[in-house]
């Protein structure tokens, strides 16, 4: 038998093995209702063959599956667009720059409430446009009706410095009012072996073994095994779109996310 066909015939039986475990793992969660972090290390030394019940003959620490599943967990939120959450406060008069928060992805929308509790949604204005056709703005003043967001976060240090938004025009004692943001933002990373990702949210329960996927695949690559990196590749991709599809079938489902005058 040809080389060639030894291998084509090995990558199918691989496939179909991959596609039943892709099965099997998701009818597992489904049962199972969720996914911990020692559950998820468990799964990944399985597919590896790294005798998950023996830890003197492992080749990986549990410190880096964990590093690999919070690098998971980070990609499938923003490729998901899985966490939203908002943030509401008083406008200062006269304050023309205000920190955002340090767990922002990017914002989706911003409305403002005036004195009298009227509610209007901000523009968004890319700093072209804004210097472009208003190069004075910082010393105009009246009631917001657009906001534009700054890359230019001038860290004094190596320290993370958190974004910045100015809303304009820039509001005064007689027209300031409460602004709320609503975006989208990074979960916390998981530590212990009793967590559950996502926030244990039981609408994502569904999609824990794309942890597994996810972290088996970067093993393969570092071991060397192209092959198999790509079948795990392939059924991780799988997840994220069935999981995208599922998801998209509820667009104005936003979970927890309460904007005054809008939702409630």
């Given amino acids: 038998m040809k080389i060639s066909r030894v291998c084509n015939l090995f990558q199918t039986r691989l496939s179909r093995f991959l596609l039943v475990s892709?099965?099997?793992?998701?009818?597992?969660?489904?049962?199972?209702?969720?996914?911990?972090?020692?559950?998820?290390?468990?799964?990944?030394?399985?597919?590896?063959?790294?005798?998950?019940?023996?830890?003197?003959?492992q080749r990986y620490s549990d410190a880096f599956l964990l590093s690999l599943i919070n690098e998971a967990q980070r990609e499938i939120t923003i490729l998901g667009d899985l966490a939203d959450r908002t943030t509401a406060y008083v406008l200062t008069p006269r304050?023309?720059?205000?920190?955002?928060?340090?767990?922002?992805?990017?914002?989706?929308?911003?409305?403002?409430?005036?004195?009298?509790?009227q509610l209007s949604e901000l523009d968004e204005l890319s700093q072209k446009s804004l210097y472009d056709k208003n190069p004075a703005?910082?010393?105009?003043?009246?009631?917001?009706?657009?906001?534009?967001?700054?890359?230019?976060?001038?860290?004094?240090?190596?320290?993370?410095?958190?974004?910045?938004i100015s809303y304009i025009p820039i509001?005064?004692?007689?027209?300031t009012g409460t602004v709320t943001v609503w975006y989208s933002y990074i979960m916390p990373d998981l530590a212990a072996d009793g967590d559950v990702p996502f926030d244990n949210r039981r609408n994502l329960?569904?999609?824990?073994?794309?942890?597994?996927?996810?972290?088996?695949?970067?093993?393969?690559?570092?071991?060397?095994?192209?092959?198999?990196?790509?079948?795990?590749?392939?059924?991780?991709?799988?997840?994220?779109?069935?999981m995208k599809g599922k998801i998209g079938e509820r667009p104005n489902y936003s979970p927890s996310i309460a904007i005054p005058g809008v939702n409630r």
């Fill in 205 to 242: 329960y569904l999609y824990h073994y794309a942890f597994v996927y996810y972290a088996v695949m970067r093993i393969k690559i570092i071991e060397n095994k192209p092959t198999e990196a790509a079948a795990y590749q392939q059924f991780y991709s799988a997840s994220l779109t069935f």
């Fill in 95 to 117: 304050t023309t720059y205000y920190s955002l928060p340090a767990d922002l992805i990017s914002i989706k929308q911003v409305y403002f409430a005036d004195k009298s509790n």
């Fill in 22 to 57: 892709w099965l099997a793992g998701l009818a597992a969660v489904n049962v199972c209702h969720a996914l911990t972090v020692s559950e998820i290390k468990t799964e990944i030394r399985r597919a590896v063959s790294d005798n998950p019940s023996n830890s003197s003959f």
């Fill in 137 to 164: 703005w910082e010393r105009n003043s009246g009631q917001p009706n657009s906001y534009w967001v700054s890359q230019a976060t001038n860290p004094r240090s190596q320290n993370s410095a958190p974004l910045r």
């Fill in 171 to 175: 509001p005064t004692h007689l027209s």
